[in-house]
């Protein structure tokens, strides 16, 4: 157990509808990211936050936002659905305590969306 | 622009053999890490190792070992006696200078009993 909370762990939606990840750290870290694993992409950084504010952005589309909150929970928000959005959310937390450093990541167990 | 390859797309090796899987990057920066991340068959994302770009010194933990060669942009990494627990994909990760963080496409590894 990583520590990473994230819910829900399935959602099966429609297309054009929307949906919310959500995503708890460890207790102590500062830094979330967000990532996608799809069958066509892979692997996908999408975002980071650091004690609520954005700190690096990947490849994530505009229909895609996401916020941490005062109590380093963050949120993942996905509109306007499509087939392709269909995919495993991954969220990890870090200490990350600087800007421009890196330290180990700790991934939640995922959020599988299915986007019928 | 930074990218992380690897080659090996699938392996299969028999128990107790030993198997080094590749990868290779590109990036511009000076200051970088990078990492490998195991994703066993239940899913989730385990992380391995973080190597940063000034540390060029070779890494052995237990039956695992990383070999990190800026000369030829490689970050490889050996399992000695594998094992069935070993099956799993294995990704490399790149991050420039913090930001941003590329995976490869991973290698999967199966251990055959």
């Known amino acids: 157990d990583s520590g990473v909370t994230q819910t829900p762990k399935h959602l099966i939606t429609a297309t054009g509808q929307r949906v919310t990840l959500r995503c708890s750290p460890r207790?102590?870290?500062?830094?979330v990211y967000w990532y996608q694993q799809s069958l066509d992409q892979g692997l996908q950084f999408l975002i980071q936050?650091?004690?609520?504010?954005?700190?690096a952005k990947g490849n994530i589309l505009e229909r895609f936002s996401a916020q941490q909150f005062p109590d380093l929970h963050s949120e993942l928000n996905l509109s306007s659905l499509e087939l392709g959005d269909s995919a495993l959310y991954f969220c990890?937390?870090?200490?990350?305590?600087?800007?421009?450093?890196?330290?180990?990541?700790?991934f939640g167990p995922g959020t599988r969306l299915t986007v019928l | 622009a930074q990218k992380v390859t690897q080659a090996q797309t699938e392996i299969s090796v028999v128990e107790k053999e030993d198997v080094t899987l590749d990868c290779v990057y590109e990036?511009?920066?000076?200051?970088?890490?990078l990492f490998w991340y195991k994703q066993p068959p239940s899913g989730e994302l385990v992380f391995l190792i973080r190597?940063?770009?000034?540390?060029?010194q070779n890494e052995i933990s237990g039956r695992y070992s990383w070999n990190f060669q800026k000369s030829t942009s490689s970050f490889n990494f050996t399992i000695t006696a594998s094992q069935v627990v070993d099956s799993a994909v294995y990704f490399c990760?790149?991050?420039?200078?913090?930001?941003?963080?590329?995976f490869g496409p991973g290698t999967r590894l199966s251990v055959l009993p």
């Open positions: 990036t511009r920066d000076t200051t970088y890490y």
């Open positions: 990890a937390s870090s200490v990350a305590k600087a800007s421009g450093k890196t330290d180990t990541q700790y």
């Open positions: 990760a790149l991050s420039e200078n913090g930001q941003n963080f590329v």
């Open positions: 190597r940063n770009s000034f540390d060029e």
């Open positions: 936050y650091y004690n609520g504010e954005e700190r």
């Open positions: 207790s102590g870290d500062l830094s």
